[in-house]
């Protein structure tokens, strides 16, 4: 029975093209759901049943709000889409996201860190405070949409499906370009084998079948390995995986000394809050980080160490 439900709500995932990791993480939460209730079927259960659950994972699981609503969102989607059985009210359940400041490094941190990081991984790290990117938009990065000549990285369908234009810091461009001549060699000797088709969004697969076997499509930071694609069956390269870059970032932290609970998007939040320190209009740097609220974008003026917004302690006039 759960099998046969699970392959359900896989297919319903797909034909609305969410991503595969929220496909893996929606099979999870319905997985435990069905296995808290001790294995009862979804349509013998309801509201109650769900809001039990949401309880159990926040009060004795200690989740974070953001985990929790995660976990909303897959059993809605559940009875919403598969069972056709939208839960009504259920949603007022929700956990509201708690409002923390971003842990920012200061510029000599970032100076620091990057001197315990070499090679493929340094340009990466580089790329994530110089550029502002998330983890993912760095690894997801194809030839076409770095541009040399306007020094700027086009992101596609970064967060929330949306694209945006970022800057490409100048002292990147000559290691990126050689990262690039990688590329092309991997991409050569995969023509040989017959592994060079890459995966495209689904949308652009069917109108353009032959792109996925162009070289500017090719992802810029490559697996060493191919590998086969869950989703097609197709033996691909694919790019490199992220956990490797996070315990590389994790171990140059310690190694640089750096006592903040930190990872690869303390970069981003860094990225945002030097160039208000340096003057940029918060406007500009919401597009660069490709904020759909201005509000998200505001949260790191209260991480400025100085700036027209910084207060001083009467205590510091006496």
């Given at each position: 029975?759960?099998?046969?439900?699970?392959?359900?709500?896989?297919?319903?995932?797909?034909?609305?093209?969410?991503?595969?990791?929220?496909?893996?993480?929606?099979?999870?939460?319905?997985?435990?759901?069905?296995?808290?209730?001790?294995?009862?079927?979804?349509?013998?259960?309801?509201?109650?049943?769900?809001?039990?659950?949401?309880?159990?994972?926040?009060?004795?699981?200690?989740?974070?709000?953001?985990?929790?609503?995660?976990?909303?969102?897959?059993?809605?989607?559940?009875?919403?889409?598969?069972?056709?059985?939208?839960?009504?009210?259920?949603?007022?359940?929700?956990?509201?996201?708690?409002?923390?400041?971003?842990?920012?490094?200061?510029?000599?941190?970032?100076?620091?860190?990057?001197?315990?990081?070499?090679?493929?991984?340094?340009?990466?790290?580089?790329?994530?405070?110089?550029?502002?990117?998330?983890?993912?938009?760095v690894l997801r990065?194809?030839?076409?949409?770095?541009?040399?000549?306007?020094?700027?990285?086009?992101?596609?369908?970064?967060?929330?499906?949306?694209?945006?234009?970022?800057?490409?810091?100048?002292?990147?461009?000559?290691?990126?370009?050689?990262?690039?001549?990688?590329?092309?060699?991997?991409?050569?000797?995969?023509?040989?084998?017959?592994?060079?088709?890459?995966?495209?969004?689904?949308?652009?697969?069917?109108?353009?079948?032959?792109?996925?076997?162009?070289?500017?499509?090719?992802y810029i930071f490559?697996?060493?390995?191919?590998?086969?694609?869950?989703?097609?069956?197709?033996?691909?390269?694919?790019?490199?995986?992220?956990?490797?870059?996070?315990?590389?970032?994790?171990?140059?932290i310690r190694s640089?000394?750096?006592?903040?609970?930190?990872?690869?998007?303390?970069?981003?939040?860094?990225?945002?809050?030097?160039?208000?320190?340096?003057?940029?209009?918060?406007?500009?740097?919401?597009?660069?980080?490709?904020?759909?609220?201005?509000?998200?974008?505001?949260?790191?003026?209260?991480?400025?160490?100085?700036?027209?917004?910084?207060?001083?302690?009467?205590?510091?006039?006496?």
């Amino acid at each position: 029975m759960a099998e046969r439900l699970l392959i359900q709500v896989q297919n319903k995932i797909r034909a609305r093209h969410y991503s595969i990791r929220t496909e893996q993480a929606y099979i999870y939460w319905i997985k435990a759901f069905i296995r808290f209730h001790k294995y009862q079927h979804p349509n013998t259960m309801g509201d109650r049943e769900v809001t039990d659950y949401l309880t159990h994972i926040a009060v004795k699981k200690q989740v974070a709000s953001n985990t929790q609503n995660q976990a909303l969102s897959a059993i809605l989607f559940l009875y919403r889409e598969v069972l056709d059985r939208p839960l009504v009210g259920i949603d007022a359940v929700r956990a509201k996201p708690s409002q923390k400041l971003p842990v920012v490094f200061t510029r000599n941190e970032v100076r620091t860190i990057l001197e315990q990081v070499d090679g493929t991984n340094r340009l990466m790290v580089q790329l994530l405070y110089g550029s502002g990117l998330r983890l993912m938009e760095v690894l997801r990065l194809r030839v076409k949409d770095v541009n040399f000549d306007h020094h700027c990285i086009i992101v596609r369908d970064g967060k929330g499906r949306k694209d945006r234009v970022t800057i490409l810091p100048e002292p990147v461009e000559p290691s990126l370009k050689q990262q690039m001549q990688k590329t092309r060699h991997f991409y050569e000797m995969d023509q040989i084998d017959g592994h060079h088709e890459v995966w495209m969004p689904n949308a652009l697969a069917k109108k353009y079948p032959s792109e996925a076997k162009s070289y500017h499509w090719q992802y810029i930071f490559q697996s060493p390995k191919v590998s086969v694609d869950p989703r097609s069956g197709l033996t691909r390269r694919h790019h490199l995986s992220d956990s490797q870059l996070q315990n590389v970032v994790k171990s140059a932290i310690r190694s640089a000394g750096v006592e903040k609970h930190a990872s690869c998007h303390t970069f981003r939040h860094s990225f945002a809050t030097h160039l208000l320190e340096d003057g940029y209009d918060i406007r500009t740097v919401q597009e660069l980080l490709g904020h759909k609220d201005i509000r998200t974008t505001q949260i790191y003026t209260h991480v400025l160490n100085k700036g027209g917004n910084a207060v001083k302690s009467p205590l510091s006039r006496l």
